[in-house]
């Protein structure tokens, strides 16, 4: 039992006995106090639906539980346009880390960051196949034909006349094997480019999972947020039909008139507007927490609350650092700073291997083979070569001089890109912490705000029966209770948001 029960239950008590000899609600006749002696005035005909007890329970109960209110509430529904089908692959009912789950399962963003991270991934071994060797191999074939004719050698004792032939076939097979032997560095240093790129993409899709967490989390309590609102938009109707009920006796006992009542009805209607304005809310905060999982934005999905709403020992919390530690954290852990910062070397890297164009290079190449001696494509003779090559750049246009001075201006952007983001991060830090340390503080206040409210309203309303207070301090008393539980509602969940925000800060809101 929560302390605010234990309290209502207590002042419920201590009067219930004055107000039942008072007031009896749900019948059509309302009896007056026994003293002084008033003849009882028949009473307008109740409204007609169900009567709230003397002393309802305020506080809210659980979320996302029982069937979906009609929509609108108070109105003509519109059929396929209130709640839609429960979702397929998924519990109707979901936790937090459920949610994420599905999310990253799903979201289309987190596909696009993993082909980046392929492309990356791919460049590096790209650049890995520099210091591979190339092996290759080569078969020809060929035949040739020629017109007859005869060829006269004149010469002591090897002349005469020779007929050559009409046909020549040749056949052949090489292997080549080419190694680089030595570049200065310029592979290497290639590879290290696309190391730090390939570690960049990883980063990036990192803080990516961590915003669709983000995303999530705070989908996630803005639909309970928009839930409790619309209780709370309810639970301010079944107050206002309290106050009618009170005006009613009033008016049949002698001392209200029909003005007062028409008072007392006022608020319950403009309560039955917000009632439906806070169902709106309700289904659009709904479908975008489906949304933020990969869902069908009209798919039934709600979030499991963990919260309880009216208990402040019983909300837990993480650990608030100083601002020093948080932001020693945060760079540790974000991944976006730890991006920028490999983006950056990878660029250096790029700019050590342009440099290295204008380096000589070594390679080696070995070949064997056989081939053919005969007119017929037979007869084979094997052969092999062995050698080096060195190349020396001796002029290049200006090429690289040219992509040198484009990466050095990469660089120089890089550079203020990794400043940007790491203030960024402090930013992010300060503002995160100042949030959550002010919603911790407001929690605190508004359960002490709902008790006060729920004492002052329930004493209103004894005063009220017995004549000693009027109806704009009882009408007062009850805007009082229903501040304070939106107050209370949405205390609670801009606590656990600005949880999250912080978490999300420091980049500690995925495992």
Do not use: C, W
């Not at 990356?120 to 004719?149: C, E, F, M, V």
Request: charged share 15%; aromatic share 6%.
């Amino acid at each position: 039992m929560t302390a605010q029960t234990r309290l209502h239950t207590s002042l419920g008590a201590t009067v219930l006995a004055a107000l039942l000899a008072a007031t009896a609600f749900g019948g059509s006749r309302v009896s007056a106090a026994p003293a002084p002696k008033i003849t009882p005035k028949p009473t307008a005909a109740p409204t007609p639906m169900a009567q709230p007890s003397p002393f309802p329970q305020y506080t809210l109960g659980p979320a996302s539980v029982g069937p979906p209110v009609p929509f609108p509430e108070y109105g003509t529904p519109i059929p396929s346009v209130g709640v839609g089908p429960p979702p397929s692959g998924a519990p109707q009912i979901i936790t937090l880390p459920q949610a994420i789950a599905v999310a990253f399962a799903r979201a289309p963003s987190l596909a696009a960051a993993r082909a980046d991270e392929g492309v990356a991934h791919a460049a590096k071994r790209l650049a890995q196949t520099g210091y591979y060797p190339n092996l290759s191999a080569s078969a020809s074939t060929s035949h040739q034909d020629r017109q007859p004719g005869s060829t006269t050698v004149i010469g002591g004792g090897g002349g005469g006349t020779f007929t050559s032939p009409t046909s020549t076939t040749s056949n052949g097979l090489t292997v080549t094997l080419r190694q680089l032997i030595f570049d200065g560095g310029r592979v290497a240093a290639s590879i290290r480019a696309a190391s730090y790129s390939e570690t960049a993409s990883v980063d990036t899709y990192r803080r990516d999972l961590q915003t669709v967490a983000l995303n999530v989390a705070q989908a996630y309590y803005n639909q309970l947020l928009a839930q409790r609102t619309r209780q709370v938009a309810e639970q301010t109707v079944r107050l206002d039909l309290v106050q009618e009920d009170l005006v009613r006796a009033q008016l049949a006992a002698g001392v209200a008139t029909r003005v007062d009542l028409s008072t007392a009805q006022l608020p319950t209607a403009q309560a039955r507007v917000a009632v439906v304005k806070a169902q709106a809310l309700e289904l659009t905060a709904q479908a975008t927490f489906a949304n933020a999982m990969g869902f069908d934005a009209n798919v039934d999905i709600r979030p499991f609350d963990d919260t309880p709403v009216s208990a402040t020992g019983a909300i837990s919390t993480i650990p608030v650092l100083s601002y020093d530690q948080a932001l020693t954290r945060a760079y540790l852990l974000r991944p976006d700073l730890a991006s920028a910062e490999h983006s950056l070397r990878a660029q250096r890297e790029s700019l050590t291997a342009t440099r290295l164009n204008l380096f000589p290079s070594l390679s080696g190449t070995a070949s064997g083979g056989t081939n053919s001696t005969d007119t017929t494509g037979g007869t084979f003779r094997n052969s092999a070569t062995i050698g080096a090559t060195l190349s020396i750049p001796l002029y290049d246009q200006g090429i690289t001089a040219a992509n040198v001075l484009q990466q050095k201006a990469s660089i120089d952007r890089l550079t203020a890109d990794l400043e940007t983001t790491r203030e960024t991060v402090q930013l992010n830090v300060k503002q995160a912490l100042v949030n959550l340390v002010a919603a911790r503080a407001q929690l605190d206040e508004v359960q002490a705000e709902y008790a006060k409210a729920l004492d002052v309203l329930n004493a209103t309303q004894a005063q009220y029966r017995f004549g000693v207070t009027t109806l704009p301090l009882l009408l007062n008393a009850q805007v009082g209770l229903t501040t304070a539980l939106s107050d209370q509602v949405t205390a609670v969940y801009a606590l656990r948001q600005a949880e999250q925000t912080y978490l999300y800060a420091i980049g500690a809101n995925t495992p």
